[in-house]
């Protein structure tokens, strides 16, 4: 199994908007071989922030990084710019292999 993650630093006062964007976006996976699951996570909050992390489950590396060249992952993707007044920096990608 394939976990990725992406880190993203929202705003001070921005994190319910933020929710709201994920919560009602289109992700496009419900069809994408080997997907299993997705959440966003919401971390701690720092002196102008709050950390949170899209959480996906794949069955393999494979798999994931075929849908990142997929229609699925554009149409998904297609706004992301859209609300960079919400985020301090880019988000920040990390991938693990399950090992256990």
């Known amino acids: ?8 630093k929202i705003i001070e006062g921005k994190e319910e908007l933020f929710e709201n ?5 289109e992700t496009h996976l419900e069809n994408v071989s080997g997907f299993k699951k997705f959440h966003l996570i919401k971390g701690s909050k720092k002196d102008n922030f709050t950390i949170y992390a899209s959480h996906s489950s794949w069955n393999s590396e494979n798999d994931f990084f075929n849908w990142t ?32």
Do not use: T
Request: glycine share 6%.
């Open 1 to 8: 199994m394939y976990i990725a993650m992406n880190k993203f």
């Open 21 to 25: 964007i994920w919560k009602n976006r």
């Open 69 to 100: 060249k997929s229609e699925s992952f554009r149409l998904a993707h297609k706004d992301a710019g859209k609300h960079k007044d919400l985020y301090i920096g880019h988000p920040e990608f990390e991938g693990f292999k399950v090992v256990i």
